[in-house]
């Protein structure tokens, strides 16, 4: 985008929200978890929903591209950046509540998985253990419906609130609706918005809803490469495969491009050793799923959304 438009676009962006919340030319490596890729246009951070509102509505109207962010923990921008504008959603959905005689938990978007099930946990309830350490946000999960310890978010998802991306219609959608799957929705297809999600959740005793989290929390801080910057899991898990054994078993597990490694405690991690550059973990990827085609016929898909252009 050229300069003049940047400072045109980004000035209409401040006039509906706030100078704070716009920044040009953004470091993307900031707000997401691999703590690496290049920079966007225009990054927007409305402080709250009618302000992200009127920010979709302005970023659709403007004819430039643009993306929608969470808390940025699934997704690489590679090292020629994002052309275009980012509209990050974390500051403007932040409210949890809880409705104890219906055991509901209505959380927005930008609720961090982790703290929306300490919340339900202090009100005794149970249901969120498995997805508890998961990073990142509630929509992300609900959008990709995230899992662990076989447990997905639509074991408990009822509904979900959306807004669609040009920012002009609010509806809601089923769990079944949501045409969930293996790290899938209909959201995929739609590119719809999060904006809240409605779960029913069971009454249990709070200490053995903590215990159950510290357990699953332990389990994943000695399996997991927990201390370095990731995005998770970088494959989907190939029907009939794990991801991380068939890594490890082509003898991958280790393998190093610039600061970007397979982690040696968990294969199916890529990780940012010190300095990694979004193509020193893309060029890793590819040699990753060359290597697995090359021993096993097996396709690795990322389950990382990788976006913006190559390295000029």
Do not use: W
């Amino acid at each position: 985008m050229e300069e003049a438009r940047k400072q045109e676009l980004a000035k209409q962006f401040i006039d509906i929200t706030s100078e704070e919340c716009v920044e040009i030319d953004a470091d993307m490596a900031q707000y997401t978890s691999f703590r690496a890729g290049g920079k966007a246009d225009i990054l927007v951070s409305p402080a709250d929903y009618e302000g992200l509102k009127a920010s979709l509505k302005l970023a659709a109207a403007s004819g430039e591209r643009y993306y929608i962010l969470g808390n940025g923990t699934n997704v690489l921008v590679r090292d020629g950046g994002y052309r275009g504008i980012i509209i990050r959603t974390m500051d403007a959905l932040q409210e949890i509540a809880i409705v104890d005689e219906e055991e509901l938990v209505i959380a927005q978007a930008g609720a961090l998985l982790s703290k929306v099930a300490r919340s339900a946990a202090q009100h005794m309830l149970s249901g969120l253990e498995p997805v508890s350490g998961v990073p990142g946000s509630i929509g992300g999960a609900a959008f990709m419906n995230a899992g662990a310890y076989d447990g997905e978010m639509k074991d408990v998802i009822t509904d979900v609130r959306l807004i669609s991306r040009d920012g002009e219609r609010e509806y809601t959608l089923s769990v079944d609706e949501m045409d969930y799957g293996y790290r899938h929705s209909v959201l995929y297809e739609t590119g719809d918005i999060v904006v809240s999600v409605m779960m029913k959740l069971k009454m249990d005793d709070p200490h053995k809803i903590f215990d159950r989290m510290n357990e699953l929390a332990e389990r994943r801080n000695s399996k997991q490469p927990v201390d370095k910057p990731s995005a998770g899991s970088f494959f989907k898990r190939p029907t009939g495969y794990f991801a991380g054994k068939l890594i490890q078993d082509a003898g991958l597990k280790g393998l190093t491009v610039g600061g970007a490694q397979v982690s040696p405690l968990h294969s199916g991690f890529i990780v940012n050793i010190g300095g990694a550059t979004a193509t020193d973990i893309t060029d890793l990827m590819k040699l990753v799923q060359a290597r697995v085609k090359a021993e096993f016929g097996v396709d690795m898909e990322p389950e990382v959304r990788i976006i913006g252009e190559p390295a000029e």
